[in-house]
C-alpha cells in the first residue's frame, strides 16, 4: 500500500509539473503576434508557480487553509483543463481533468 501511496504522490508531483507545460502551450498558442505568444508563453507558467508556490506550497508562510486551499487548486486545474480545451485539446483535456479527479480523491482517502 505504501507503494501506491508514494506513486500517487509522484502522479501529483507530475500533474503540477503538466500545469506549467499546458498554461506556457495555451500562452504560445493564444498570442496574436510574436510578441504576445512570448509574452503569455513564458508569463502563464510564472504566474501559475508564483501563485502555486506563494498559496499552495506545503512549506510556505502564506499557505492557504482548507476550503480555500482546495477551492484554489480546483481553480488552477480547471483553468488548465480549459486552457487545453481552448488550444484545440479537448479529448487531452478530458483525460487530465480525469487524471486529477482520481489523483484528488485518492490524495484525500489516503489523507496525503
Do not use: D
Request: aromatic fraction near 16%.
Amino acid at each position: 500500500m505504501e507503494i501506491l501511496k508514494s506513486l500517487n504522490l509522484g502522479l501529483r508531483f507530475l500533474l503540477e509539473l503538466c500545469l506549467l507545460v499546458i498554461f506556457g502551450y495555451w500562452g504560445f498558442k493564444t498570442g496574436s503576434n510574436a510578441f504576445l505568444k512570448f509574452l503569455l508563453g513564458l508569463g502563464a507558467p510564472v504566474l501559475f508557480a508564483v501563485t502555486w508556490g506563494t498559496f499552495l506550497a506545503p512549506k510556505s508562510s502564506m499557505r492557504l487553509h482548507e476550503p480555500w486551499l482546495f477551492l484554489l487548486e480546483l481553480a488552477l486545474f480547471a483553468l488548465a483543463g480549459w486552457a487545453l480545451s481552448s488550444s484545440g485539446k479537448v479529448s487531452l483535456a478530458a483525460a487530465f481533468a480525469g487524471v486529477y479527479i482520481l489523483n484528488k480523491i485518492l490524495m484525500l482517502v489516503w489523507r496525503q
